[in-house]
């Protein structure tokens, strides 16, 4: 069975949960394309990392979610997040130069979540609706809304589970 992210539930905001997220390892790489295409694009080296192609030439299990996020309209970030064992000590230095380990702290997100198959629009609009239930819910938004998906490409659309989310802190 696949690993998820560990995080912890906080509360229930109506239609988000505010979640409290410990420190963790990730692979990241930044791609050219539109968005849709991005998750794709990006998803190749970084299974090529956890499939050994790192300097450790080590094997690392899938972890769920895979994570995107949009710097500009035409680049991307798409995020695998490493097993909750591996830190700074024991993640395996990237073999391709199009990969990146990022350590990410401790913080603070709001989810939403929805189901269906994978569109800049839907995202867009679930992005749309997180933020206005952030702000009054008295958050203060953080950064970028990204994108996690949950589930291969082949699963049908109506079974898939995806997240938008954004980093927040409490006001005052």
Do not use: C
Not at 32 to 61: C, E, H, K, T
Not at 90 to 111: C, G, I
């Amino acid at each position: 069975m696949t690993q998820n992210q560990p995080y912890r539930l906080l509360k229930r905001h109506g239609e988000f949960e505010l979640r409290d997220y410990p420190a963790g390892m990730q692979i990241e790489t930044e791609v050219s394309g539109d968005f849709i295409n991005a998750g794709s694009i990006g998803f190749r080296p970084l299974v090529n990392f956890i499939s050994g192609n790192n300097r450790a030439r080590q094997a690392i299990a899938m972890t769920a979610p895979v994570i995107q996020e949009s710097v500009n309209t035409s680049r991307h970030k798409v995020r695998f997040v490493m097993p909750e064992e591996m830190d700074e000590s024991n993640t395996p230095s990237p073999a391709d130069s199009k990969v990146t380990v990022v350590r990410v702290p401790a913080h603070l997100a709001a989810a939403r979540k929805f189901g269906g198959s994978w569109n800049k629009e839907k995202f867009e609009r679930e992005g749309t609706k997180l933020l206005e239930e952030v702000t009054q819910a008295g958050l203060i938004p953080q950064g970028n809304l990204y994108w996690s998906r949950f589930d291969p490409p082949w699963k049908p659309g109506f079974l898939k589970h995806n997240e938008v989310l954004i980093r927040v802190k409490k006001a005052g």
